[in-house]
Antibody, heavy 118, light 107 residues
Framework: QIQLVQSGPELKKPGESVKISCKAS????????MHWVKQAPGKGLKWMGW????????TYADDFKGRFVFSLEASASTANLQISNLKNEDTATYFC???????????WGQGVMVTVSS | DIQMTQTPSSMPASLGERVTISCRAS??????LNWYQQKPDGTIKPLIY???NLQSGVPSRFSGSGSGTDYSLTISSLEPEDFAMYYC?????????FGGGTKLELK
């Protein structure tokens, strides 16, 4: 069955970096784009951008340009999100989500809680 | 950016009740509108894609409609598992944006 399994929760200090992963299984990884969505505590969903899993080309929403990097380990069917120079406002749950062209995000990871605190 | 305004932000409702959640875009989005359900454990599930298409495996009590800037999600008869958060999302233009969410609560 199709699954997106994300890495575990992270506790970081301001200024540190974090890399979270999203391992896909049950389908051909390069056939679907992977998107990233942020959810701050008690807040709604915010689209961060996406990565073309065939070419590796990332696209970032304006609020996520600079400190955020989407990458792939295509041989491992894994998409990664790296956040550098962490700030308190990066405290959130980060979801990966598969996107079939023209439709809704049909499979979501379970989310990774990243807590940034001194 | 296209702003998505979802109403109401919370809705008390009873089992068996018919409910409708609305989503208004700040500009036309050509039916590129999806709906999602998020449970208290954080799990997110797609319900409707491209305004009115039922996602595979989703019960037929869920339906979507709309055009232009105004869209809605209707649940025809509430079941216990339907009490959750609901989000609309436009994918007509980047950045894709979500509505603020509607919390469907048991009355």
């Amino acid at each position: 069955q199709i699954q997106l399994v994300q890495s575990g929760p992270e506790l970081k200090k301001p200024g540190e970096s974090v890399k979270i992963s999203c391992k896909a299984s049950g389908y051909t990884f390069t056939d679907y784009a992977m998107h990233w969505v942020k959810q701050a505590p008690g807040k709604g969903l915010k689209w961060m951008g996406w990565i073309n899993t065939y070419t590796g080309k990332p696209t970032y929403a304006d609020d996520f340009k600079g400190r955020f990097v989407f990458s792939l380990e295509a041989s491992a069917s894994t998409a990664n999100l790296q956040i550098s120079n962490l700030k308190n406002e990066d405290t959130a749950t980060y979801f990966c989500a598969r996107w079939p062209l023209g439709a809704a995000f049909d499979y979501w990871g379970q989310g990774v809680m990243v807590t940034v605190s001194s | 950016d296209i702003q998505m305004t979802q109403t109401p932000s919370s809705m008390p409702a009873s089992l068996g009740e018919r409910v409708t959640i609305s989503c208004r875009a700040s500009q036309g989005i050509s039916n590129y509108l999806n709906w999602y359900q998020q449970k208290p454990d954080g799990t997110i599930k797609p319900l409707i894609y491209y305004t009115s298409n039922l996602q595979s495996g989703v019960p037929s009590r869920f339906s979507g409609s709309g055009s232009g800037t105004d869209y809605s999600l209707t649940i025809s008869s509430l079941e216990p598992e339907d009490f959750a958060m609901y989000y609309c999302q436009q994918y007509d233009s980047s950045p894709w944006t979500f509505g603020g969410g509607t919390k469907l609560e048991l009355k």
